[in-house]
Nanobody
Framework: QLQLVESGGGLVQPGGSLRLSCAAS????????IKWFRQAPGKEREGVSC????????NYLDSVKGRFTISRDNAKNTVYLQMNSLKPEDAGIYYC??????????????WGQGTQVTVSS
């Protein structure tokens, strides 16, 4: 079965950190651009960060620049999202998605089930 599985979400206080993981099962991530999305209650899903197949091209949502870092470890077939200095507005369900057409393409081939991030004191 081809799937992405996110993990690492949880409850953290403002200013805290979490590292999300996106692991592929049944296929290799080597040939895919990986994007992290998030969706807060009552809000539209938004793209947070994307990393290209080579790992060279990376982009971030403006509001997370300088706080979040995306990386990939192809040997582990996993992409990470390190989130530091978390704010309440970062809360939501975080999803990863894979596309072999580029980070700017709106369509993604595979999606994970999501992991919940809660930022609250």
């Amino acid at each position: 079965q081809l799937q992405l599985v996110e993990s690492g979400g949880g409850l953290v206080q403002p200013g805290g950190s979490l590292r999300l993981s996106c692991a592929a099962s049944g296929f290799t991530l080597d040939y895919y651009n990986i994007k992290w999305f998030r969706q807060a209650p009552g809000k539209e899903r938004e793209g947070v960060s994307c990393i290209s197949i080579s790992g060279i091209r990376i982009n971030y949502l403006d509001s997370v620049k300088g706080r979040f870092t995306i990386s990939r470890d192809n040997a582990k077939n996993t992409v990470y999202l390190q989130m530091n200095s978390l704010k309440p507005e970062d809360a939501g369900i975080y999803y990863c998605a894979a596309s072999n057409r580029g980070c700017s393409d709106p369509d993604y081939d595979y999606w994970g089930q999501g992991t919940q991030v809660t930022v609250s004191s």
